[in-house]
């Protein structure tokens, strides 16, 4: 019990170490901006909380100060908002909502709402600085009937209209089937929206990390 409660707490010090060190990860705004794709704008869906949770905080895998985490494969999911010159974008809240590991949404409709796992908290919320960056701890997504495991995104700026869409695991064989994904006929446009998640190199607890840039269609004032 006290190598599992190292091996979390170890888990949250990387998770927190990486948030101060991230921008270094990343090159300079504007960089190869033409090669840049736009992201596609794909729908926020009926699961959007109804009720957001007390904790909106980043790390969705503990609520408050619980020392009991969420079930599932720790995935550190994270990327850049980018305008469409390939700046980054500041003080854009990001949102991200998904099923827990029994496909459960912190919503009062969703299927399987009576096995919903207590300890994930399904929603987070992160506000980039000048880098653009965002990043969030949560956990590999599942798939439900009808859905390849996707994260919702939803990008709220400050003057302009919310911007929503999806991210998908890379190799997960009901991407091909997904209505949603389907209908995107771009095929650089599609690679946008399914990501490679890979192992964190060295983690005892065989955890992942998933970079989603986003790429947004204006340019931002200076």
């Given at each position: 019990m006290r190598s599992e409660s190292c091996q979390r707490?170890?888990?949250?010090?990387?998770?927190?170490?990486?948030?101060a060190l991230g921008a270094a990860y990343y090159t300079i705004p504007g960089a190869f901006a033409e090669e840049l794709t736009r992201t596609p704008q794909l729908t926020l869906g009926p699961f959007y909380p109804d009720r957001l949770p007390l904790d909106t905080d980043n790390d969705l895998l503990i609520i408050n100060?619980?020392?009991t985490p969420a079930v599932g494969q720790i995935t550190h999911f994270g990327g850049r908002i980018l305008d469409s010159s390939g700046a980054p974008v500041r003080n854009a809240m990001v949102e991200i909502w998904q099923v827990d590991n029994?496909?459960?949404y912190i919503h009062t409709r969703s299927q399987n709402a009576d096995k919903r796992d207590k300890n994930f908290q399904g929603f987070g919320r992160f506000e980039t600085g000048a880098?653009?960056?965002y990043r969030f701890r949560t956990i590999k997504p599942v798939k439900y009937p009808g859905r390849a495991?996707?994260?919702?995104v939803l990008v709220k700026i400050k003057g302009r209209p919310d911007f929503a869409t999806q991210c998908h695991v890379e190799g997960e064989p009901s991407n091909d089937t997904d209505n949603i994904l389907r209908r995107i006929r771009d095929p650089k446009a599609r690679a946008m929206v399914i990501r490679p998640f890979v192992p964190v190199p060295g983690?005892?607890?065989q955890e992942l990390s998933a970079r989603f840039d986003i790429v947004l269609g204006f340019t931002a004032s200076l």
């Open positions: 707490l170890a888990g949250r010090r990387q998770f927190l170490s990486a948030l100060d619980s020392i029994n496909a459960a880098s653009g960056e495991p996707h994260i919702h983690s005892p607890i």
